[in-house]
């Protein structure tokens, strides 16, 4: 298999885009390292934004300059009050590795609240 054309990459976005429009607003946590890097020092940080999905969350982190590079990976956060409760103060800016690990563990907890009551 051939790498994709600019063009092609361009045509796959979009079609993303697209797809995604019609998706109700939710919550992306982006997970960004750098896999060259000596392990330990491959977090490059974490990032929680408002879109319809990974490509336009990951292109909202982009435009406003939220992403450090490297690779990402992505996972949507069950948009219930007891998360938004969790992550108020933490959308929309490059989380540190120690606040990363502390949200994640204090989602961890309300998910485990949650599902008991669910």
């Not at 946590?29 to 750098?34: A, I, K, V, Y």
């Not at 060259?36 to 974490?46: A, D, M, S």
């Not at 690779?71 to 219930?80: D, F, I, W, Y």
């Given at each position: 298999m051939s790498p994709l054309t600019d063009d092609e990459v361009r045509k796959r976005r979009d079609a993303f885009l697209e797809a995604e429009s019609h998706n109700p607003m939710g919550i992306h946590?982006?997970?960004?390292?750098?896999p060259?890097?000596?392990?330990?020092?491959?977090?490059?940080?974490?990032v929680?934004?408002?879109?319809?999905g990974f490509t336009s969350a990951l292109m909202f982190a982009h435009r406003m300059r939220f992403n450090p590079g490297g690779?990402?990976?992505?996972?949507?956060?069950?948009?219930?009050p007891v998360f938004e409760r969790v992550l108020e103060g933490h959308f929309n800016r490059l989380?540190?590795?120690?606040?990363?690990?502390?949200?994640s563990e204090e989602l961890w907890a309300a998910w485990k609240e949650?599902?008991?009551y669910e």
């Open positions: 946590w982006l997970s960004f390292c750098d060259h890097k000596e392990p330990g020092g491959q977090f490059l940080g974490v929680v934004v408002r879109e319809r690779v990402v990976q992505g996972s949507e956060v069950p948009t219930e989380l540190s590795r120690e606040e990363a690990v502390r949200l949650w599902e008991r």
